[in-house]
């Protein structure tokens, strides 16, 4: 009996909190909705609030730490650089202001990717019914984010090892070289990866014209109305003119 | 189970090599091992077994083939899914999801299976290959040995017949190449028929049935594993086959050993990374001019740690090293210690052999020049010099990144595995390197599982485990033992 227990294992998966792929897409929707409507300050640091209770949700402590004082620095250094009158601080604030909107959308972006499998990923795509040939490309591309960032390391490693400094002075003096110091090596990993990736996929079936199935069974919780209807609730208010009517 | 009669093919857009002639017939339960050196054919035969060949590449195929009873062409690729399993190379880039358990359940999910069919085959796959303490993991995280088990087990989740692996072993150790061996008696004991194209021989004695011997697209020997394994050294050596058994094999006695002297040394060493128990503990070492010292110690005991500090790609947090007397602080060191990663892809950044090398150095002046030429001819470059460095062949993009580091003037290479996927020639090129190392006076560290490499070039051998040095001890005679313990007795322990 012993032996059996044993060798018996969880197959289910090991408990962790996430919202549901799809809960999570749509308030990706949302936030784009609201930054796009671009408001003010307040609807701004609300949305990115919300972002941190998601996060928090999610048990990212620390990534939320980090977000709201990235963010605070960011407000900090454009109400500091809008005050002056010269040319290249002007362009530095500009910089800051499209690093400040993109931010929220950002940040949930990298939560979704890093919260949600790939399986996940397709079922939920496939229950709303998107269609194959789009969820197959948009799971890859999710896929490569961290292949990116781990050939991206191992390609500054190497750059340090050839003597090839990626600093300050090469930054601004040979900024076209840099760049192709790093982008040439990567494009030409990164299309090898893509190839025998779907060489390998390709053996797995993916061509099936059977109907897709799901090995992760998707549950749409209370969280999940909650959260949506929050980002609901702050889209509509943006639409209105933003949190700002309010006060 | 496989036939094949007259078979030929041709890539379309004419880059690699393709097959020519084939003929073969594979009956079930049996475990073929395809043979020869790079560019022999070997990849392009397992494509057309698991079907890659012509659904996925495209060429011209003539003659006939026949998997499981139906033509190749006949069947479709996700079809043919359930009746071949594949294994490649690179475990980097086989992977579609990036935790464990959903990656092995991918393959049933496609094929449209119900969730309780895929769940039992999950149960049975971790069961019969006992890969419970892999599940639920995330694909990052996981060693190279561990990922092709994986990759093993995502194939097998889907019950297949056949199992194509093409050179399975190229990124794995002492260790997970034993492991890589036991999963496969388990799936031939299983009555699976298995098709494995590999440089590295040794581990498949006694589990394959036969050996076929490939060259320019043709297959143009036949051993049974009995033939193979009494097959003359000399004639092995002529085919340009890795040793199919390492007990025979023993020291070279012919080299000389370098003299001692401590004009590089490494004293008490440590690197600890931030909120973890440290990983390297006090490692004290020297290298004399001219040797080749060979790091070696199981996955994830600190062999790579210790690399990457001393080319400074990581700070030590304590000790030091020194060259010539003098202390190489941590930014200094990267470049005057030079390391020749295992996938020398990344390191190449120029657009022309040439450039590559003019890369590394600053100032032009004769001498450069003349050693820039005389490595080119001495590496077999030279031909290919205007040539961009992503269209070599990856022994001699190896061989390109190891000039690039002797330019750069580098005192001290590491070399990352340096003959993974090599066949016999290359691996007979990287000793004429480390040779030419010697004689230029410089040291090198190379972290090797690689026991036929290891006899052949290295002078001293530094054992690492748990962050420290287990053994240090030169290779000779006295020592094979140790050598043979450390090698050899992991083979037979399991």
């Known amino acids: 009996m012993e032996i059996i227990e044993n060798s018996s294992f969880k197959t289910d998966l090991q408990p962790y909190r996430s919202l549901d792929p799809r809960t999570k897409l749509l308030i990706l929707v949302l936030i784009n909705i609201i930054i796009f409507f671009h408001t003010g300050f307040y609807t701004e640091t609300a949305c990115v609030i919300l972002i941190c209770a998601v996060m928090l949700y999610h048990k990212r402590y620390l990534s939320c730490v980090k977000i709201i004082t990235l963010y605070a620095a960011l407000w900090s250094l454009i109400m500091v650089s809008i005050r002056f009158q010269n040319i290249m601080v002007a362009m530095l604030s500009i910089i800051f202001i499209l690093v400040r909107k993109i931010f929220p959308v950002m940040i949930f972006g990298t939560l979704l990717i890093s919260s949600t499998r790939v399986g996940e990923m397709i079922s939920a795509l496939q229950q709303i019914r998107i269609p194959k040939n789009i969820i197959i490309p948009l799971t890859v591309t999710i896929r490569f984010f961290p292949t990116i960032r781990e050939e991206f390391s191992c390609i500054l490693d190497a750059m340090k090892i050839r003597k090839i400094r990626v600093s300050f002075k090469n930054i601004v003096f040979h900024p076209l070289l840099l760049m192709e110091h790093i982008l040439v090596p990567m494009m030409l990993r990164l299309s090898s990866v893509a190839e025998e990736l779907s060489a390998a996929v390709a053996t797995r079936g993916i061509d099936s014209s059977k109907p897709r199935t799901s090995y992760y069974q998707l549950e749409f919780g209370t969280a999940d109305v909650v959260f949506i209807l929050l980002f609901f609730t702050l889209m509509l208010l943006t639409l209105k003119g933003g949190v700002e009517v309010l006060l | ?494």
């Not at chain 2, 590559?356 to 003349?370: C, F, G, I, Q």
Request: net charge neutral; with cysteine.
């Open chain 2, 1 to 494: 189970m496989i036939q094949m009669r007259n078979v030929s093919f041709c890539y379309e857009e004419g880059k690699e090599n393709g097959v020519h002639n084939i003929s073969l017939d594979i009956p079930k339960g049996q475990c073929i091992l395809l043979t020869g050196e790079s560019g022999c054919g070997k990849t392009t035969l397992t494509r057309l077994i698991n079907g890659l060949v012509p659904h996925f590449y495209s060429g011209t195929l003539t003659g006939e083939v026949f998997i499981a009873g139906q033509e190749l062409e006949k069947w479709s690729l996700d079809e043919l899914s359930t009746k071949v399993g594949s294994v490649f190379q690179n475990p980097r880039s086989q992977f579609f999801n990036l935790d464990t358990t959903g990656e092995i359940a991918f393959g049933c999910e496609n094929l449209g299976w119900s969730r309780k069919k895929i769940h039992e085959r999950i149960q049975k796959t971790i069961e019969n290959l006992k890969i419970d303490h892999l599940m639920n993991k995330d694909i990052f995280s996981l060693s190279g040995g561990e990922k092709q088990m994986v990759a093993i087990a995502s194939g097998y989740a889907m019950n297949p017949d056949i199992f194509v692996l093409d050179e399975p072993s190229a990124n794995l150790d002492t260790l997970a190449t034993q492991h890589l061996k036991q999963l496969l008696s388990c799936l031939k004991a299983e009555g699976k028929t298995i098709i494995i194209a590999e440089h590295r021989l040794y581990y498949l004695r006694e589990i394959a049935d036969s050996v076929l011997y490939m060259k320019n697209g043709y297959i143009v020997e036949q051993w049974t594993d009995k033939e193979f394994s009494h097959l003359p050294e000399e004639e092995r050596l002529k085919r340009g086959l890795r040793s199919y058994d390492l007990k025979m094999l023993s020291v070279d006695h012919k080299t000389q050993r370098p003299a001692v002297d401590d004009s590089f040394s490494v004293e008490n060493l440590s690197v600890c990374y931030k909120g973890r128990d440290p990983v390297l503990k006090g490692i004290t070492c020297q290298a004399s001019t001219g040797e080749i010292i060979a790091v070696i110690g199981h996955n994830g005991r600190g062999k790579s740690t210790f690399a990457r500090c001393l080319c400074g790609l990581v700070r030590e947090s304590a000790g030091s090293i020194l060259y010539q007397g003098k202390r190489m602080s941590y930014k200094t060191r990267s470049g005057k210690i030079y390391l020749v990663m295992q996938d020398s892809n990344y390191q190449l950044f120029s657009d022309s052999v040439e450039g590559e090398l003019a890369l590394s150095t600053k100032d032009e002046n004769v001498h450069r020049k003349h050693l820039t030429d005389w490595l080119l001819k001495k590496l077999s470059l030279e031909e290919l010099k205007e040539r961009h460095p992503m269209t070599l062949s990856g022994g001699q993009k190896q061989r390109l990144a190891i000039a690039a580091g002797i330019v750069q003037d580098a005192d001290v290479m590491i070399l990352d595995e340096p003959t993974s996927g090599l066949d016999f020639e290359n691996m007979q090129r990287v000793k004429e390197i480390m040779k030419m190392i010697k004689q230029e006076g410089k040291r090198a560290f190379i972290i090797t599982h690689d026991y036929e490499f290891l006899l052949a070039t290295c002078d001293r051998v530094l054992e690492i485990d748990n962050g420290k040095i287990k053994k240090n001890y030169p290779v000779n005679e006295q020592n094979l033992s140790q050598l043979q313990r450390f090698f050899l007795q992991t083979t037979e322990m399991v």
